[in-house]
């Protein structure tokens, strides 16, 4: 844990860091990671070991239990996925991205922080050790099927990893834990999926949802395992048993803990189910009820939006084919009762990834400008966030000014709230 910089008025500062420092121990206690360094920097009375200029010294802080000490460390290196997922997307990318997009993460440390989905195979019992000594709950795992030649094959792995036995280690220390089964038709579905899901559904209250996503097949598949994409009468099929199963546990435990993917609803062409029915959305960030929420919200938002704005204005909603019946039901008739506004949508392609990839999260920025500039737009091109990094990239790393350039219009980001947008307009 290396101190690359001080946030202002900093504790650690003031007691004698330096940057540069490493902490190796706290109260005798190695430190490995942030997350040591925060589960054993919460005492009030602390006695650091720091490496500085290869010699170590020892530098004791008191302090309240909520204080910050304001150290800012370097970025940390986590672990790799070790697997070779038949369905792995990261394996589908084209030649060319920046590097982060080839990283296949697999720690149970994101996981925690993030909710990455981890398979679990890297991890030892003194790892499990530690996720229960430190409470590292919520984790969200990748399971995909519970019988093990299945899993082997899906994961690419030799030996058997005893995924329920972490599983049930992890339930009986109190770790809450959300599992994830990648569908991969004629693979892990029927009576293996069936199977899966029971087998899971034993460790509830602990394990307490499972969230079924359609594997995601991008036209980048050379020399890869060959699977098959949902199809529409496919995914109609899966929700009708799922329901059935999903409702025997609503019965039985009073949460139906199975769900689905918001991709089989809108390939099905189904209606959606009710924000009920999500049992308080435990994997939402999956895409699992994030279409549902997002109607709920926008129709509680919409309560507020302005009748009129002063200035005649056009804009552009682009989207991807997936969420377009959405926005097409939702959004467009609302906000085109605002007067003075004219509103159009644009169904984006993803000629990148191919036809079959079809959120909007994955769209790229030479996708968008390629689709919109031999069109009729508004004057303002409105996108949802989620089309961006954190460093406000596409994945092809075009940037926002460079479509904004390239077609002489300003783009707006929204992220599921119309309402500020709409204010500026005004």
Same mark, same amino acid.
């Given at each position: 844990?290396? =101190?690359?910089?001080?946030?202002?008025?900093?504790?650690?500062?003031?007691?004698?860091?330096?940057?540069?420092?490493?902490?190796t121990?706290?109260?005798?206690?190695?430190? #490995?990671?942030l997350? %040591?360094?925060? @589960?054993?920097?919460?005492?009030?009375?602390?006695? +650091?070991?720091?490496?500085?200029?290869?010699?170590?010294? @020892?530098?004791?802080?008191?302090?309240?239990?909520?204080?910050s000490?304001?150290?800012? +460390?370097?970025?940390?290196?986590?672990?790799?996925?070790?697997?070779?997922?038949? @369905?792995?997307? =990261?394996?589908?990318?084209?030649?060319?991205?920046?590097?982060? !997009?080839?990283?296949? %993460?697999?720690? +149970?440390?994101?996981?925690f922080?993030?909710?990455?989905?981890?398979?679990?195979?890297?991890?030892?019992?003194?790892?499990?050790?530690?996720?229960?000594?430190?409470?590292?709950?919520?984790?969200?795992?990748?399971?995909?099927?519970?019988?093990?030649?299945?899993?082997?094959?899906?994961?690419?792995?030799?030996?058997?990893? #005893?995924?329920?036995?972490?599983?049930?280690?992890?339930?009986?220390?109190?770790?809450?834990?959300?599992?994830?089964i990648?569908?991969?038709?004629?693979?892990?579905?029927?009576?293996?999926?069936?199977?899966?899901?029971?087998?899971?559904?034993?460790?509830?209250?602990?394990?307490?949802?499972?969230?079924?996503?359609?594997?995601?097949?991008?036209?980048?598949?050379?020399?890869?395992?060959?699977?098959?994409?949902?199809?529409?009468?496919?995914?109609?099929?899966?929700?009708?048993?799922?329901?059935?199963?999903?409702?025997?546990?609503?019965?039985?435990?009073?949460?139906? =803990?199975?769900?689905?993917?918001?991709?089989?609803?809108?390939l099905?062409?189904?209606?959606?189910?009710?924000?009920?029915?999500?049992?308080?959305?435990?994997?939402?960030?999956?895409?699992?009820?994030?279409?549902?929420?997002?109607?709920?919200?926008?129709?509680?938002?919409?309560?507020?939006?302005?009748? #009129?704005?002063?200035?005649? #204005?056009?804009?552009?909603l682009?989207?991807?084919?997936?969420?377009?019946?959405?926005?097409?039901?939702?959004?467009?008739p609302?906000?085109?009762?605002?007067?003075?506004?004219?509103?159009?949508?644009?169904?984006?392609?993803?000629?990148?990834?191919?036809?079959?990839?079809?959120?909007?999260?994955?769209?790229?920025?030479?996708? =968008?400008?390629?689709?919109?500039?031999?069109?009729?737009?508004?004057?303002?091109?409105?996108?949802?966030?989620?089309? !961006?990094n954190?460093?406000?990239? +596409?994945?092809?790393?075009?940037?926002?000014?460079?479509?904004?350039?390239?077609?002489?219009?300003?783009?707006?980001?929204?992220?599921?709230?119309?309402?500020? @947008?709409?204010?500026?307009?005004?």
């Amino acid at each position: 844990m290396r =101190i690359i910089a001080f946030e202002q008025d900093s504790l650690a500062a003031a007691a004698g860091f330096q940057i540069g420092d490493e902490i190796t121990a706290i109260n005798c206690h190695p430190i #490995r990671d942030l997350l %040591d360094f925060q @589960f054993h920097a919460s005492d009030v009375s602390l006695e +650091f070991e720091v490496i500085r200029n290869d010699e170590s010294y @020892f530098i004791e802080i008191e302090k309240d239990y909520d204080d910050s000490l304001g150290i800012i +460390f370097e970025d940390p290196k986590y672990r790799c996925c070790g697997n070779n997922c038949i @369905f792995c997307f =990261i394996d589908q990318n084209p030649q060319g991205l920046r590097k982060s !997009l080839y990283f296949k %993460d697999e720690d +149970f440390r994101l996981s925690f922080m993030y909710g990455n989905y981890v398979t679990l195979t890297n991890v030892s019992q003194s790892d499990l050790q530690r996720i229960v000594e430190q409470r590292l709950s919520p984790l969200y795992i990748s399971v995909h099927s519970t019988d093990f030649e299945i899993r082997k094959l899906m994961l690419g792995i030799k030996k058997d990893d #005893r995924l329920i036995d972490k599983i049930r280690f992890l339930s009986k220390n109190k770790i809450e834990l959300h599992a994830q089964i990648v569908l991969c038709p004629s693979i892990n579905d029927g009576k293996s999926l069936i199977k899966t899901i029971f087998d899971l559904a034993k460790f509830f209250p602990q394990l307490k949802s499972i969230a079924i996503v359609p594997v995601g097949l991008t036209k980048h598949r050379q020399n890869l395992y060959p699977l098959r994409p949902v199809t529409p009468a496919y995914a109609k099929s899966l929700i009708l048993q799922m329901e059935k199963i999903a409702q025997q546990f609503k019965q039985k435990w009073d949460d139906y =803990i199975v769900h689905l993917a918001d991709e089989f609803y809108l390939l099905a062409q189904m209606e959606l189910p009710t924000a009920e029915r999500y049992d308080e959305f435990p994997q939402i960030e999956n895409g699992v009820g994030m279409a549902k929420d997002f109607i709920d919200r926008f129709e509680e938002q919409s309560l507020d939006f302005p009748h #009129r704005i002063k200035i005649k #204005r056009s804009i552009t909603l682009v989207s991807g084919v997936l969420a377009s019946p959405i926005i097409n039901q939702w959004v467009i008739p609302r906000l085109k009762k605002i007067e003075n506004l004219t509103v159009t949508i644009r169904i984006i392609k993803n000629k990148f990834y191919g036809n079959r990839v079809t959120v909007t999260g994955l769209l790229t920025g030479q996708d =968008i400008y390629n689709q919109l500039h031999n069109q009729q737009i508004g004057d303002i091109i409105v996108l949802p966030s989620n089309c !961006l990094n954190f460093e406000g990239l +596409f994945l092809d790393e075009w940037t926002p000014e460079m479509i904004q350039t390239r077609l002489q219009k300003p783009i707006e980001f929204i992220d599921n709230d119309f309402s500020p @947008f709409l204010e500026k307009l005004k």
